[in-house]
């Protein structure tokens, strides 16, 4: 049987294999909320 070390490792690869798609879906969507609600988005300074 594997041990509860091994199975911990191989789930956070099997997330960790899907983190690059989730920040890009995110940039994505965030750039649909902010020409959506441009009012409630705040600027940040240079």
């Given at each position: 049987?594997?041990?509860?070390?091994?199975?911990?490792?191989?789930?956070?690869?099997?997330?960790?294999?899907?983190?690059?798609?989730?920040?890009?879906d995110?940039?994505?969507?965030?750039?649909q909320?902010?020409?959506?609600?441009?009012?409630?988005?705040?600027?940040v300074?240079?």
């Amino acid at each position: 049987m594997p041990s509860k070390t091994k199975l911990t490792s191989a789930a956070i690869a099997a997330k960790s294999a899907a983190l690059p798609k989730i920040s890009k879906d995110w940039k994505d969507a965030m750039s649909q909320f902010a020409i959506l609600y441009e009012d409630r988005f705040t600027k940040v300074a240079a």
